[in-house]
């Protein structure tokens, strides 16, 4: 019986020491830092290395926190910017936990933290949008966008020059916000503006002008085409005349040409015509002379007579 109880008590005494040991051990993992409360309170430094540790059992608690990068990502804002234009801005930033004990302090648990960074990144993104015209929100650069045909020039030439730009806003809003986050024992690493967008009014005016632009260019180019069409119809038109008063002076030249050698061989042809027939008055003459006269013929003849003129012409 004596046994029976010393056996109960020895294992009594095992149980006991090993639910002391399983509550005074703990791991700490490599992705993990613990702070130790007792009754609420820190106590002593923050576990960071990795390995089995141990605490005072039943009155000290272990708090593990993340020792990775973790992520925030903001609800989008409607932010007015300083050129009175109302746009929705969606941001995301990653941080980490530096101090756990000063993390437990002022912020208790991851949740805690990430209600203070809505806090602090987006008021400081609401200050400093405000603080810029969207054109620096917007653009990074003043690179010259490329450009395709005579509309992308026109456009192109619309665009205002920044000073600041998108990515020296995000630099801005991620110093000051890493100042008012200084005392709460973790570092914001990396912020950006997600994405940015035009409330649903400004939406519609941002597409008007975009469109009355657009016509602005395309009357332009009417304008242009149509004076362009004006001075090719008024060169067609001289260069009509010059060439049909060029081609009536080479018509009346070919004409003049042609009348003149006409009138050559018209005289030609006359005088020609006029020979034959000399020609053939002298042969009849010669004819009659020979039926009419003999060697005994005599005549008298008027010196206005053909026939005189005949004789008289072959002396």
């Given at each position: 019986?004596k046994?029976?109880?010393?056996?109960?008590?020895?294992?009594?005494?095992?149980?006991?020491?090993?639910?002391?040991?399983?509550?005074s051990?703990?791991?700490?993992k490599?992705?993990?830092?613990?702070v130790?409360?007792?009754?609420?309170k820190?106590?002593?430094?923050?576990?960071?290395?990795?390995?089995?540790?141990?605490?005072?059992p039943?009155?000290?608690k272990?708090n593990?926190?993340?020792k990775?990068?973790?992520?925030?990502?903001g609800?989008p804002?409607q932010?007015?910017?300083?050129?009175k234009?109302f746009?929705?801005?969606d941001?995301?930033a990653?941080?980490?936990i530096?101090?756990p004990?000063?993390?437990?302090?002022?912020?208790?648990?991851?949740?805690?933290?990430?209600?203070r960074?809505?806090?602090i990144?987006?008021?400081?993104?609401?200050?400093?949008?405000a603080?810029h015209?969207?054109?620096?929100?917007?653009?990074?650069?003043?690179?010259?966008p490329?450009?395709?045909?005579?509309?992308?020039?026109?456009?192109?030439?619309?665009?205002?020059?920044?000073?600041?730009g998108?990515?020296?806003?995000?630099?801005?809003?991620?110093?000051?916000?890493?100042?008012?986050?200084s005392?709460?024992?973790?570092?914001?690493?990396?912020?950006r503006?997600?994405?940015?967008?035009?409330?649903?009014?400004?939406?519609?005016?941002?597409?008007?002008?975009?469109?009355?632009?657009?016509?602005?260019?395309?009357?332009k180019f009417?304008?242009e085409?149509q004076?362009?069409a004006?001075?090719?119809?008024?060169?067609?038109d001289?260069?009509?005349?010059?060439?049909?008063?060029?081609?009536?002076?080479?018509?009346?030249?070919?004409?003049?040409?042609?009348d003149?050698?006409?009138?050559?061989?018209?005289?030609?042809?006359?005088n020609?015509?006029?020979?034959?027939?000399?020609?053939?008055?002298f042969a009849?003459?010669?004819?009659?002379?020979?039926?009419?006269?003999d060697?005994?013929?005599t005549i008298?003849?008027s010196?206005?007579?053909?026939?005189?003129?005949f004789?008289v012409g072959?002396?």
């Open positions: 019986m046994n029976q109880k010393k056996i109960i008590i020895q294992l009594a005494i095992a149980v006991a020491a090993i639910i002391l040991i399983l509550e051990a703990y791991i700490v490599e992705t993990e830092q613990v130790i409360t007792q009754f609420g820190p106590v002593g430094d923050a576990k960071t290395t990795p390995g089995l540790k141990f605490r005072a039943f009155i000290q272990t593990y926190f993340e990775r990068y973790m992520e925030w990502d609800d804002n932010v007015p910017t300083k050129d234009k746009i929705f801005v941001s995301y990653r941080w980490q530096t101090d004990l000063q993390f437990f302090i002022r912020l208790t648990n991851e949740r805690g933290a990430q209600s960074l809505d806090d990144l987006d008021g400081e993104t609401r200050d400093f949008i603080n015209d969207i054109e620096e929100a917007v653009r990074s650069t003043n690179r010259t490329m450009q395709s045909g005579l509309i992308g020039e026109e456009v192109g030439d619309t665009l205002i020059d920044i000073t600041v998108r990515l020296k806003i995000q630099e801005m809003i991620l110093k000051s916000a890493n100042q008012k986050a005392d709460l024992g973790i570092v914001i690493l990396d912020f503006l997600k994405r940015l967008n035009y409330v649903t009014e400004v939406r519609e005016q941002v597409y008007e002008r975009m469109k009355s632009e657009r016509f602005r260019i395309a009357e009417r304008s085409g004076g362009e004006s001075k090719i119809n008024g060169e067609r001289r260069d009509l005349k010059v060439i049909q008063s060029e081609a009536f002076r080479q018509a009346e030249e070919i004409m003049g040409q042609a003149a050698r006409a009138a050559s061989i018209y005289a030609n042809a006359y020609q015509t006029a020979a034959s027939r000399n020609l053939y008055s009849k003459t010669m004819e009659t002379f020979e039926k009419t006269f060697s005994t013929t008298v003849l010196t206005k007579s053909e026939l005189y003129r004789l072959l002396e």
